[in-house]
């Protein structure tokens, strides 16, 4: 068989076949009478198992290794392969991740796009000066999409780095809500904690408050709390009980007892606050410590109710959780005419 015939019936142009003859991958085992290549059956199937291993992704030196080479194992190439082809698509992820930020945020020239890609280079940095410098320096009117913001504060581990993430996220004009939702059902707890602190930060925005309340489940005692913290600052009294077992367990209890206080001023609620509060207190489990905590918390309440609870207190058979309420009520009578 010709070259010509070869290459109609292969699919591989005749340079190429040329050229395969020129490497002595694939050598026509004879000529004619002219000086013409002539291929046998055997050649014909050396080139189509040829054309089978470049379609793996092997360069035509290793595919003469592969034929010629007895000893040749196919094992420890196929890894090399594997993982070759994994940084590629890794490569083209990455690539593929800049073009949509730099389309999304709809640059108007050839500038903005240098900003956008600038930035990016800038949070790949393994320098966390650099990552923080990248974002606080970026001029006020480029247009930064949200989405690639939020994926920043989720793969961000220095605190401060992130912390300026949050800001950039909250003032960029996006929400990118959809992005940190999906790192607040991640595997990884660092990652749902980062989602968390970065939705809080942009509570407002559509849809914050649904996967806030969601976070509110969460076996990770951070999350839960970060996510009650932002929602009892909304007003949303679901986060009430998360936000009295902070006050227990003395995780941020300060800022807990702060928030449960603005949620007090709402009439229906401050009762309800107050009862969750006085059931810890005579819970058998509550120690000392965890009992003042509460008698701190009850200080910040609005309602009648809550001098009260203090009163009886100052009975208390500890002797520390009794001085502390004597004190609590002292402040509250000389501030509150209200109580009798």
Known sequence: MLIGEVARHSGVSARMLRHYDALGLVRPTGRTVGGYREYSAEDVRRIFHVESLRSLGLSLKQIGRALDDPAFTPSALVSDLIQWTEDRLAREAELLERLRAIDASAPTGWQDVL??????????????????????????????????LAGAVLAESDPHVAGALRWALARSGGDGVATLAAGVHSQDVDIRRRAVLAIAAISEAPGATAVLADALGDPDPT?????????GRRGVTAAIPTLVAMVVEGSNDVEAAEVLGTLSQDPGCADRITTALADELAAPTADSATRIRLAQALVELSGTTVGEVLRQLTHDDDRAVALVASSFVGLLEGSRSTWP
Not at 119 to 127: E, K, R, Y
Request: aromatic share 0%; glycine share 6%; net charge positive.
């Open 223 to 231: 999350v839960r709390g970060q996510a009650a913290l932002a929602l």
């Open 115 to 148: 900003r956008i890609v600038e930035l990016m280079q800038g949070l790949n940095s393994t320098s966390a000066a650099r990552r923080q410098q990248a974002v606080l320096a970026r001029p006020g009117e480029v247009p930064v999409p949200a989405e690639l």
